[in-house]
């Protein structure tokens, strides 16, 4: 083993490491760096050389990332999962692994998804909580759609399988999108106790995503028969 002086403090790496992918990997850790010193999200616990945590908090959720264990477990365990954790709680976040790049090419990404506010196409699943908490921070701040400020009146649980609905409609997977929507709308009103126009209030936002044909096919073969009494109701709202 090695020890090795990096922008964000001492990393050990195996001794018989190639010199051209040490110098690979301070490069990018020095990116790593210079990323996070302009970030207004994350930060750097440098308080101990060799081992330096990048942090940041999203609504109410502290997320800490390590980027030296993460070096550290590729070259000397063959382990490519990020060492991240969600409230001290660890998260499973492989890196797809690419052995011509450097390691710290996929913490770098993950810094850039932060600075991109979590968008959901391109977040692990595994992060789903944190984009659902930055898509209710970006409803307070004005920054999101009709569609993503109703998510606040729902579960996580809702805001998952919705926000999983809006990105199949997005694809072009209409009916499996408002079928996911349709069956929360049952949900809310038979067990949660909602009222129709409650119902169609929030859940309209999520149906408006789809064009009238595509309301129109569903209206024609719907998942569950029910689905047409909240369809008629937003239907007759919307005009179409």
Request: hydrophobic residues 40%; charged residues 25%.
């Amino acid at each position: 083993m090695r020890e090795v002086d990096t922008a964000i403090g001492i990393l050990t790496l195996p001794k018989e490491l190639p010199s051209e992918r040490v110098n690979a990997e301070l490069k990018g850790i020095t990116l790593f760096k210079e990323i996070i010193d302009s970030s207004k999200l994350w930060k750097l616990n440098d308080a101990i050389a060799k081992r330096p945590i990048a942090h940041c908090r999203v609504g109410d959720y502290k997320i800490a990332l390590d980027p030296f264990e993460t070096l550290e477990n590729c070259y000397f365990a063959r382990n490519f999962h990020l060492v991240l954790s969600i409230n001290g709680r660890r998260v499973c976040v492989v890196e797809s692994h690419n052995s011509d790049v450097a390691y710290i090419d996929s913490l770098i990404s993950l810094l850039l998804l932060g600075n991109a506010r979590w968008p959901t196409e391109l977040t692990p699943k595994t992060l789903t909580e944190i984009v659902v908490e930055q898509r209710i921070i970006d409803c307070e701040l004005g920054y999101i759609s009709h569609a993503e400020k109703a998510l606040a009146s729902f579960t996580a649980e809702n805001k998952s399988d919705l926000l999983d609905a809006l990105s199949n409609i997005e694809k072009g997977n209409s009916q499996d999108g408002l079928a996911s929507i349709l069956a929360i709308a049952r949900l809310k009103y038979v067990c949660a106790g909602w009222s129709m126009s409650h119902v169609v209030n929030q859940i309209k936002p999520f149906v408006s995503a789809c064009n009238p044909k595509q309301i129109n096919q569903y209206f024609e073969n719907p998942f569950e028969p029910s689905d047409r009494i909240f369809l008629e109701n937003i239907i007759g709202i919307a005009t179409i």
